[in-house]
Structure formats: C-alpha cells, structure tokens
C-alpha cells in the first residue's frame, strides 16, 4: 500500500517552466516504476514520463525534449521538471506508483494550467 503526496502545479506562462514533486510513503520497498500522466478535459489519459528504480525512463512524444523526470529512491521522490511549457500542456497532472505485484497507486492530480 503506497500513499503518494503531490506538489508544484500552479499557474505558468507559455514559455515558463514548473517542477512537480511526487512523495510516496508506506509500502514502498516494491516500487519499481515511478512516472507522471496528465489528462486533460474531454481528452484521454496520456503517459507524460516514467522512470524505473534503476533509471530508465520514457516519455511521451508532445514533451520530448522539454520535461526530465527525475527521481531520488532514497527520498520516495520522484519529479518532473518541465520547461518550455506551452498551453497544450494544461491538464490535470496524475503521479503514479508500480509495484512488483502489478498494483498500481494513483495521486490525487494536480492542475498545471499554462497561459498563452
């Protein structure tokens, strides 16, 4: 059982950047892919950035190049930096949590709302 805590969304320029922070606590110890999706409205989730315990990670095609996920095993913590945001990036932010057993844990969402 992982309980994750998220941080960071807000309001931003076209141009600007934000960092989000995402902090899991409890049953940890199995995580092994941390990562970041968004969703915004009348639209399907979508996959942002994720990153495994060793580093690996992935992103999708629309932020390639501009968001780095991050992540610190020893603090549960893992980021996502994101430059260059554009207003196509406004959605409602969801970190999530993978466990060897194939559960998933899904944040509560934070809005990133990008003006033009």
């Known amino acids: 059982q992982v309980q994750l805590v998220e941080s960071g969304g807000g309001l931003v320029q076209a141009g600007g950047s934000l960092r989000l922070s995402c902090a899991a606590s409890g049953s940890t110890f199995s995580t092994v892919v941390m990562g970041w999706h968004r969703q915004a409205p009348g639209k399907e989730r979508e996959l942002v950035a994720s990153i495994t315990r060793v580093g690996g990670t992935r992103y999708g095609d629309s932020v390639k190049g501009r968001f780095t996920i991050s992540r610190d095993n020893a603090k549960n913590t893992v980021y996502l930096q994101m430059n260059s945001l554009k207003p196509e990036d406004t959605a409602v932010y969801y970190c999530?949590?993978?466990?060897?057993?194939?559960?998933?844990?899904w944040g509560q969402g934070t809005q990133v709302t990008v003006s033009s």
């Open positions: 999530s949590s993978s466990a060897l057993s194939g559960v998933q844990t």
